[in-house]
């Protein structure tokens, strides 16, 4: 029998309520993201958008600005990564760094190019429903 996989958590948002911005920064993000991997975790999934209630909508750029520094950073680490996105053109940039998981909470309904995005690069996709 496999062993369930555990998913860290890792919100590089100003503004999320889990942990309130305080991995927003490359440096912080990749201590958490070390502290997690000794904590056991096998996947760390890597948010650059809020998803909070009433969170402020951000554009296409400003999620790549915030998760691929990180993403760059991680590939470094003994982890399997996953970005939590539900845009395409995110998701083809972080897959084309390494990242082979998705993890879409709108399940494809916001941008359905996601689907062809992960075969693409025979990856993952974890859907939120």
């Known amino acids: ?12 948002t100003p503004d999320s309520f889990s942990d309130g911005g305080k991995y927003n920064t490359v440096e912080s993000a990749v201590q958490r993201a070390e502290e997690m991997i000794a904590e056991g975790v096998d996947i760390i999934d890597i948010g650059g958008i809020s998803t909070r209630p009433g969170y402020e909508e951000i554009t296409v750029d400003e999620e790549m600005q915030r998760v691929i520094p990180v993403v760059k950073a991680l590939t470094k680490l003994d982890v399997k ?19 082979e998981m998705i993890n879409d909470q709108w399940a494809g309904i916001y941008d359905e190019r996601i689907f062809d995005v992960v075969a693409k690069y025979h990856g993952e996709i974890v859907f939120d429903a």
């Open 1 to 12: 029998m496999t062993r369930t996989k555990i998913m860290g958590i890792l919100n590089v």
């Open 81 to 99: 990564l996953s970005v939590d996105t539900y845009r395409s053109e995110v998701a083809e940039a972080v897959m084309d760094l390494g990242v």
